[in-house]
């Protein structure tokens, strides 16, 4: 969590109900002017579920492919619980941070097991699944179901402390404006409008003068410091990838996508001089249950090849 100002906060918002109310007016009108027509808007839970776990810290041009081919092959949760774990990374090949695959998985496991093979409805249900953190519960039971329920990604939290607020804004705080915010029977259509502004004009560095909320913005309007800079919500940029102990784990996967190997070949799939740091590699790999040690070979967790 990144470190917040401890003074005493003001109020997140100064809205009152007809205010609230006018913004409420003001962005859904803009819904379509927003849209940013992303495949998986209106199709089932499943495939929303999906799409939810993919795009965690990874953006939605990376996510397309991959998403449509993983729902090719696995079309119902019930057909991913019951593949190989190493078919399920296959699927996932390319998109890194493959832990969430294993966690996808498990996740499955437990809608078979509880939920008759259906992805849950609530927001608590959905928190109880693997993998599963306050933002994708909340786009899932928005996007999905319809609840009245807001959705805060680091996107929409810098929309927060830019448009409402002009201060750093706590998770917390985020969270409840969304929720205070959010129209009851709009839910889906609001909370996509507000991602979509996000990432389309309040960005890390914003297009104020094409920004159609640039005459309700407070930021805008008053001046100072970006807020959303110290804002809990709004993410920070990843570490460096080329190089990275990722990447190497991310080469020794793909090698393994083709079958078992021996570490020597996997080893000199990751293009490192550093012994320890490729048996430190190796190693994080097998704890993380993401590749098993099969005799004198390696091979994707769960894989039938030979
Ligand atoms: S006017 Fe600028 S800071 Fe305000 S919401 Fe639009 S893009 Fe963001």
Known sequence: ???????AAPTPTTFGADERDAFRRRVLSLSRRLDRSLPWSGSSAWAIYVSEVMLQQTSVARVVEPWTRFLDVFPTPRSCAEASTADVL???????????ALALQAATRVMVNQYEGEVPSSVDDLRALPGVGPYTAHAVASFAFGAPVGVVDTN???????VIANRPLRASEAQELAHDLVPPSKSARWNQAMLDLGAQYCTATPRCSQCPLRDQCRWR?????????????????????AGSNRQARGRVLR?????????RVLEGSMNLDDADRMKEIIDSLVSDG?????????????????
């Open 221 to 241: 309007l008053e001046g100072g410091p970006d807020p959303s800079l110290r804002s809990a919500a709004v993410s920070r940029p990843q570490k460096t990838f």
């Open 90 to 100: 296959r699927q996932w090949s390319g998109l890194g941070f493959p832990r969430r």
């Open 255 to 263: 090698r393994l996508e083709s079958g078992p190997t021996t570490r």
């Open 1 to 7: 969590m990144n470190s917040l100002p401890s003074a």
């Open 156 to 162: 929409v939290g810098r929309v927060f402390a830019r």
């Open 290 to 306: 993401l590749i098993e040690r099969r005799a004198n070979k390696f091979c994707l967790a769960g894989d039938s090849a030979r």
